[in-house]
Structure formats: C-alpha cells, structure tokens
C-alpha cells in the first residue's frame, strides 16, 4: 500500500497541513493547481490568533513585509468610531503569505507540486486513485496517484463529484437512496471525515 498522503490545494490550510505531517516525518505531496502564487480578494487581516500559528510554522511576517494593525476606525455615514486593538493584528497579500507557507512546506519536506490539478477522486480498494492533469507541462498525459490518505483543501474550487459539504450534513456526494446495501458498502467511510478550518480528511 502508498502509504503517501496527498493534499489537494496549497492555501493556508493545505500548507500548513503539509508543514505540519511533513516535520513528523510523513511521505507527503500537495497538489495546487496555481503555477504560482497570485493576489487574492481578501481582506489580508491576521489576528493575534492566526499570527501565533503562522509563526509555529516557521513563518516571520515582519521579515516577509506584513504591516502591523492596532487600530481601528468604523464609520456610519458622519459617524466615526475608533479605538485600540488589545493586540497586534497584521496585514500582508496572500499572494505573499500563501507562496511563503508554499515555501515552508518544501522546506519541511514536502513534495509540492504546482501547476497540478486534480481531475477526479474516488476510492479503490484501500487506498484513494487522483486522475490529475498539469497545467505546466502542455500536452503532458494524464497521471494517476494513489494515496492511502486525501486532505481536501481547495478552498473555493469544488473538486468533481465532491461538492461542498453542508455542516452536519455530511455524506459522499454519489451516495443516493437508489443504491443497494453492497454498492453503499463499498462507499468511503464518511464517518472518518473530519472537517477542520478549510479541510477535510478522508481516511
């Protein structure tokens, strides 16, 4: 059996995923379908919170640009409201932090690979089959990975046959009530999936 484990997206959540399974020693591969880091629309505020957790990945965000926040200013309409944070919040491009977290996975271990994109997930057997495509490499065939676990972290981009999933609603998006007690066993464990943040792990 692959005992690899594949991420598909390279955001925040994919990355630090990545750092994280990488530092402990796991075979790891992220899966991002950018070539390269891009801009964003995102409002590009880190809280105290997300501050500490970038800096338990390796990440300094003074060094990598990041202006510091410690105000604040709310206006309705004439009206102005403005006051201190009780913390330092920062501000920095995601095009800048994801390609900085993107860094830190390799840096870790990881095998990152851009350009990547996952065409199709389904389960085989024991392990997880990824038909994927690059979108460096023109012409280049279609690959196939096997995995023995899957992090889903694509963010905004729906991967086929896997919609979003609806909280407390979990449940694989080709299950239907026309299938037979054999076909539905031979589904993935939905039980094992476990959302955190942006992710989900199929086990």
């Not at 997300?50 to 338990?56: D, F, K, P, S």
């Not at 280049?140 to 990975?145: D, L, P, V």
């Not at 729906?158 to 407390?168: F, Q, S, T, V």
């Amino acid at each position: 059996m692959n005992n690899e484990t594949v991420i598909i997206g390279g955001g925040p959540a994919g990355s630090a995923a990545a750092i994280l399974l990488a530092r402990h020693g796991m075979p790891v591969r992220l899966l991002e379908r950018q070539t390269g880091a891009h801009h964003k629309v995102c409002g590009e505020f880190i809280s105290y919170e997300a501050a500490h957790y970038l800096q338990q990945l390796g990440l300094d965000l003074p060094a990598l640009g990041a202006e510091p926040i410690r105000q604040v200013r709310l206006y309705n309409g004439e009206q102005t409201l403005a006051f201190s944070l009780p913390f330092t919040a920062w501000s920095l491009s995601r095009r800048v932090l994801d390609s900085a977290l993107l860094e830190q996975a390799e840096r870790a271990g990881a095998n990152v690979e851009r350009g990547t994109v996952v065409r199709q997930l389904s389960r085989t057997g024991s392990e997880w089959e990824l038909l994927t495509g690059n979108r460096v490499k023109s012409g280049q065939a279609s690959a196939t990975i096997f995995a023995k676990t899957v992090f889903l972290a694509t963010g905004k981009y729906e991967l086929h046959d896997w919609p979003r999933i609806a909280k407390g609603n979990v449940k694989n998006a080709r299950t239907n009530n026309s299938q037979n007690d054999s076909e539905k066993k031979a589904q993935p464990n939905m039980k094992k999936m476990c959302a955190v943040s942006a992710i989900i792990l199929l086990g």
